[in-house]
Every structure is written in C-alpha cells, then in structure tokens.
C-alpha cells in the first residue's frame, strides 16, 4: 500500500494547473505537521478535479464515490492510475476499520471547512439524464430523450428512462441553500439576535438547540460533498431540508446563474426543478410538515428532534461544529 495514501495521514486532495493539465496533490498529517506530497500530472485538467473531489468525498464518509473513482483510474497511465488506486485503497480500508474512520472523520471534515472552498468538482459525479438503451423507446445517453416521442420533452413519459432527480446544477444551488442556512443560524447564536435560519416555531428554543439545528444544515450539505444525495437521518435534519426546501430559487436564481463554478457544471433540463423535488423526494413528512407551519409548539415535542430514525445510521459523534 502507498505511504501516500496512508489512511491515518491523507487529509485532503488538491489540484495545481499546469499547462492544459494539472499536478495531483495530498496533504498529509506528520509528526512535524501538514505536509503536501505530489501524487502525479495529468494531461486532463478537468478529470484530475474530478478525481481529486471524488477522493476528498470519500476521505469524509462518501465511500460510494469509490467505485467511480475506480472506474476513471482505469484510463490513466500505469504508475498515475497505480497511486490514485492506492489512495482509494486506502481510504477503503478506512472505512473498513470502524475505529480508525472515527478517529480521523472530524479531522478531515475540520481541515475542509478552514480552507472554505467547497468540494463543488464532486457534483459533476450527479447525473444529467436517466436515457440509456431503453427497449421500449431506443432512446440513448446522448439523445437526452429530447427528440423521443415515448419520453415526451420533460424526458418523464417512459418509466424505464424515469427523470433525473438531483442534477449537476441541482446539487450545487442545494449545497449553497443549506450552507446558508447553516450561517444563519450561526449568527443568531453568536450575535443574539434572530436570523431566520430556522422555523418561527424554533424562536424560543436554546443556543444549544440552534447549534445542533445549524449543524444538521452541515450534514445535509456534507452529504452533497460525498456524491450522496441527502437524505435525513432524524427530525431535526427533516425540518432542516423541508425549510430549505421552501425557500431555495426565490431570490438568487440570477445570482446562481452568474456563479463561475455553477456554471462550469454540466447542464441538465432538470436542472432546479425544486416544485418537482418538492412533491417528491425531498416532500416533507406529515411531522415535519408540522414544525415548518407551526408559530409555536409544545416544549415536550422538541425532545425527538436530534433521535436517530429507527434504522437510520447516525451521524459520527466526533464531527463537532463550525463554532
């Protein structure tokens, strides 16, 4: 196994231009501090930022996004493909070795958040289309099943093509959403006064309460960060993704657009269909629903919201907070 890619010691990936291609770099954890060490040069700019976030999303818990990782290495060089292989490797061990992936998750995770520039490269990784060889329609990948007459042109007329839910695009003005709701919750436990980061109904509740309510906005972004869509773990990360949710696309859509990262993802007609989201996967639950309408609610109701679903798998106890 590469010293590179050590589990104890990779700590984030990063990508320096060179040319029309980039250097591959990991920052590594030593006994005499952060150090970085060059892993190799690729002629392809784009898919060594791209298997850099993968990396980095599978440091901080994503350990799906392996497989993809894997499935590009294939194309690269030999020693080049060797050492992005062991990197993987290695992180797979990690997330083997239960103890070992706790004891290093609220590093990595704390050394992303300071260098404050977010793992966007990774959204690249969500799909564009669900077309592809479909024996009822014929439609292929390329096609978008934009010209089919089965699929119609929202694409949702062939349920083997199906729709695609979270976009490219999608996730990044999601990640952005919950991000900002995360600082806005922040700033009323900092400053004392109110930012609507959270329901009316949360008004009177504590410093702590808010805290643990800004960092299931944290979560919920993280999991976009992994190549994961996000998907609620207790009450609290519920609400937090049923409030985002009813404000996201209102004031910013022109913001966004203008976004250089934003617009360097890969576009998709279903791009931002948060109506649809809504009504769909990211629909809010009948308790949910309940906190996100409500002006005021019992105080014995909030005693659920940071209790794992039954079944769920909660979040690591180490990840701690931005503040």
């Given amino acids: 196994m590469s010293n590179i890619s050590s589990p104890s010691q990779s700590q984030f990936y990063l990508t320096q231009p060179k040319g029309e291609g980039a250097m591959l770099f990991v920052m590594q954890a030593t006994p005499r501090g952060p150090e970085l060490s060059k892993i190799g040069t690729f002629d392809n700019r784009d898919e060594c930022q791209l298997l850099a976030a993968g990396l980095n999303a599978a440091l901080q818990g994503g350990a799906g996004v392996l497989s993809e990782v894997r499935r590009?290495?294939?194309?690269?060089?030999?020693?080049?493909?060797?050492?992005?292989?062991?990197?993987?490797?290695?992180?797979?061990?990690?997330?083997?070795?239960?103890?070992?992936?706790?004891?290093?998750?609220?590093?990595?995770?704390a050394f992303t958040e300071n260098l404050e520039q977010p793992n966007v490269s990774i959204f690249s990784l969500f799909d564009t289309t669900a077309c592809g060889d479909c024996p009822d329609c014929g439609c292929a990948v390329d096609d978008d099943c934009a010209m089919c007459r089965v699929c119609e042109p929202d694409g949702r007329g062939c349920e083997n093509c199906g729709t695609v839910e979270v976009t490219p695009r999608t996730a990044f003005a999601l990640h952005r959403q919950l991000r900002s709701l995360a600082d806005m919750t922040y700033v009323t436990v900092q400053c004392g006064f109110w930012e609507s980061g959270v329901p009316d109904s949360a008004e009177t509740q504590t410093d702590w309460f808010l805290l643990h309510c800004a960092r299931a906005y944290d979560d919920l972004a993280a999991d976009l960060l992994t190549g994961e869509v996000p998907t609620p773990r207790?009450?609290?990360?519920?609400?937090?993704?049923?409030?985002?949710?009813?404000?996201?696309?209102?004031?910013?859509?022109?913001?966004?657009?203008?976004?250089?990262?934003?617009?360097?993802?890969?576009?998709?007609?279903?791009?931002n269909d948060w109506e649809f989201l809504k009504s769909g996967l990211f629909a809010a639950g009948e308790r949910a629903r309940t906190f996100l309408t409500a002006d005021a609610m019992e105080e014995s109701l909030w005693e659920e919201w940071f209790h794992p679903y039954p079944g769920a798998t909660p979040r690591h106890g180490s990840r701690g907070f931005r503040c």
């Fill in 72 to 109: 590009r290495t294939a194309s690269l060089p030999g020693p080049l493909g060797k050492a992005i292989t062991d990197a993987a490797d290695a992180i797979e061990y990690r997330h083997r070795n239960d103890s070992e992936a706790k004891r290093s998750y609220k590093t990595v995770r």
């Fill in 234 to 271: 207790c009450l609290a990360e519920s609400v937090a993704l049923g409030y985002a949710m009813q404000y996201i696309g209102w004031n910013d859509t022109e913001f966004i657009d203008t976004d250089e990262a934003y617009r360097a993802l890969p576009i998709s007609r279903f791009d």
